[in-house]
């Protein structure tokens, strides 16, 4: 989720997001990580925008906090567009990061998923904007994967966790560390439609306080 700022002078549009990291697995540096890659890999293709017959570029502006005290009611009552809520946890009931909508402010994300270059929170943080995973997973033959591509995506042999594995052998699907942001997935998210409706916001609040999952099997 997060808040669009036009700048009509120098045509750009930002889009404004704040990473609220919150768990026992959480800590100032894994804010800075999320909020970094977020930032840079959506601003990285330099996103065009058609407003009025004029291109504007845009950029994704992110922040971060590590709040180790945050409790149900400061997500519940927050009434800021940019503030984005995820718990950071060694264990989660789904085995995967997730956020809770499409188009949402809160989530529950894997700290093993989150390691440098997974590009998971950039992948997350498209579903905030309200993007779904492609409904064709088999881009064989179509280069890069898109930053929307989940796990498992059948891909070129490149971007596979084995260049060298056959169709159906281990570690022969997408390797996420080669997601990129694409132009069609900047269009997806609607932009221009937001503005011309004078809706500034990219995103809902879903407002989620999550709890720590409990592994049931480390219970003796």
Request: charged share 25%.
């Given at each position: 989720m997060g808040e669009i700022e036009i700048i009509n002078d120098t045509k750009n549009i930002y889009i404004h997001a704040n990473m609220i990291v919150y768990g026992n697995e959480a800590d100032e540096?894994?804010?800075?990580?999320?909020?970094?890659?977020?930032?840079?890999?959506?601003?990285?293709?330099?996103?065009?925008?058609?407003?009025?017959?004029?291109?504007?570029?845009?950029?994704?502006?992110?922040?971060?906090?590590?709040?180790?005290?945050?409790?149900?009611?400061?997500?519940?009552y927050n009434n800021n567009p940019r503030n984005n809520y995820f718990r950071i946890e060694e264990y989660s009931k789904i085995q995967i990061s997730m956020v809770d909508d499409l188009g949402s402010n809160s989530g529950y994300f894997l700290k093993a998923n989150l390691y440098e270059g997974s590009t998971t929170a950039a992948h997350e943080f498209g579903h905030t904007m309200g993007l779904r995973h492609p409904a064709i997973l088999d881009i064989r033959g179509q280069g890069r994967p898109g930053i929307m591509y989940p796990r498992g995506t059948l891909v070129d042999p490149e971007f596979q966790y084995n260049p060298l594995a056959k169709y159906g052998e281990p570690l022969h699907t997408m390797?996420?560390?080669?997601?990129?942001?694409?132009?069609?997935?900047?269009?997806?998210?609607?932009?221009?439609?937001?503005?011309?409706?004078?809706?500034?916001?990219?995103?809902k609040y879903t407002a989620i306080f999550h709890e720590m999952h409990i592994n049931r099997e480390n219970i003796v």
């Open positions: 540096s894994i804010a800075k990580y999320i909020a970094e890659e977020i930032g840079e890999m959506w601003s990285e293709p330099k996103g065009k925008i058609l407003l009025d017959n004029e291109v504007y570029t845009l950029s994704f502006m992110t922040t971060w906090q590590y709040e180790p005290e945050l409790n149900r009611d400061d997500i519940i390797n996420p560390m080669h997601r990129r942001v694409r132009q069609e997935e900047i269009d997806l998210i609607g932009i221009p439609q937001l503005i011309y409706n004078q809706e500034l916001i990219v995103g």
